[in-house]
């Protein structure tokens, strides 16, 4: 058998080895059949009836996805009931069948491709999203043209899960089953949905493989390396035993990261420090606090908004804030209100598309244009705040008038609450996002007006070195060690400790053992991180002295360039601590 080994985009760690399973793609057909007059009332009713067995077919993997993983996940099916009711699909495809007098597939390969053609030209992450949706149900309707009973995978043996693309609902519902190992896809991006999901459930994931899905048949024996992002197919004896030594090295560091994940967070001369997670999903919770941290620091609201057809209501709000921090408590949960607008455009409200989005409508200029929607998101927020381990957090700060107002809305809110007497945290700390230039040279103000900052460097280096933060040709300009961008930081932050208040860095710089030492050394004490990186940052604080750090950063904030602080801040900190950068070293 021939070895193939592709690369792709390692979106979760670990290492899986398996038999393949592939899941089968509906592909539309591209064949017009004709059918005869008297045919098109028994091609409707076959049409009808399809549409019935995919709503009970929705109904039933609502109910098994909601009690395997909980609501939040359970919400795809609803959205997707929602478009196979809309009487807009239905009737299109009726009046291809009726007008063109053809066969069912391909009314629905007909408005698929229409469909496909709107939303792309549309080219919005969202309308992506609705596109991939409307071909999800679709391709179950098609399926369903046919009597066959749609084949429920669940299989005995543990598989590696292999796809072209695999639709929300095929993600939420394949990897909720026990048996999937490891997942290797054709499309998708660190971002997707089912790369997300396959981080918090920790399941080895490739995606962006492009064509492994054609290369592999079911029964095929698979290694997904999720670590390094490549996938083997049918690997020899020697292959294997490379990858089982490389698995059980991994275990190891793993059981290493859980145990770190149990001491406490100090560094050599007895510093506290707060290791802090910043989530997408409700569902992250539980592996945030397996790596050791201390509440969520982040949590992005967007995924709210983003994944329904329709605005969020305040329960809908509600119910996901309230799982929120009863999951976190005692531990603090703070919760960013939306940072949506520019490119993230929210079709429900018909934002038109803006030439700058980085530099447009964005976060709380968005929430300050849409008081309603602004006012049912706090209002949630402070229902959810009855155990008091909630925060509010607001992006995308500019300008002290907008904090004002802000908090003139904040007010309002809690006053209308109070006056329906319904309880809710009547200290509940709000905080904004130090990530817009002018917020950072304006903090001694900022500070004096909210309890705490957090500083999102991920916004603050892009804008202030102008650099966009997901452009490859400039990405080598994306330097967090800029001298620039670390005295700005240390301003930042000693000023607002000279208040006595708190700050917290949660953009991935707090991510790199690195930086988080030099951001010891100017005063942090809170850092926010994808949780994955939690045990190593806290292996390298807990590896130095907070002295040692402050002395060399005093110094390297003197210095004229990105390398030259970083060569300096290594020297001086392993002169002192030998040990500091060691889990940094462990790549596996
Ligand atoms: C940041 O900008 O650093 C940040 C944490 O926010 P986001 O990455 O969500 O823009
Ligand atoms: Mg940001």
Redesign the pocket.
Known sequence: MEVIRLRGIGVSPGIAMGEVTLSERVVFTSRREAISQDQVDDELRRLHRAFERTRSELKELKDHIQERMGEQQAFIFDAHLMILDDPMLISNLEKVITEEKVKAEWAISKVNTHFAGIFESLADEYFQQRKTDISDVLARVYRNLERKKEKREDPDKPVILVAHELLPSEAALYLSKKKVMGVALDMGGKTSHTAILARSLGIPAVVGLHDVSLKVKNGDFLIVDGTDGEVIINPPPAIRREFQSKRERYETYQKELKKIARLKPETLDGVRFTPLA?IELPEEVTAAFSYGAEGIG?F?S?FIYLQRPVLPSEEDHLAIYLKMARSTYPKPVYI?TI?IGGEKSLPQLNIEKEPNPALGLRAIRFSLKNRELFRTQIRAILKASVRKNVRLLV?MITEIEEVVELKRIFQEVKDELRASKVSFDESLPIGV?I?VPAAAALVESIIQEVDFV?????????YYLAVD?GNESVSYLFKPHHPAVLRLLDYVIKTVNKYGKEVTV????AADPLSAIILLGMGLRNF?MNPIFIPKVKKALRAVEARTAEEAVAQALKLKTATEVEEFMIESILRKHPQAFLMSQITT
């Open positions: 910043n982040l992005r967007e960013r940072d992006p996002m990530e957090s500083i999102g460097t991920n916004d603050l280096i892009q933060r949660c953009g991935e710089m926010s």
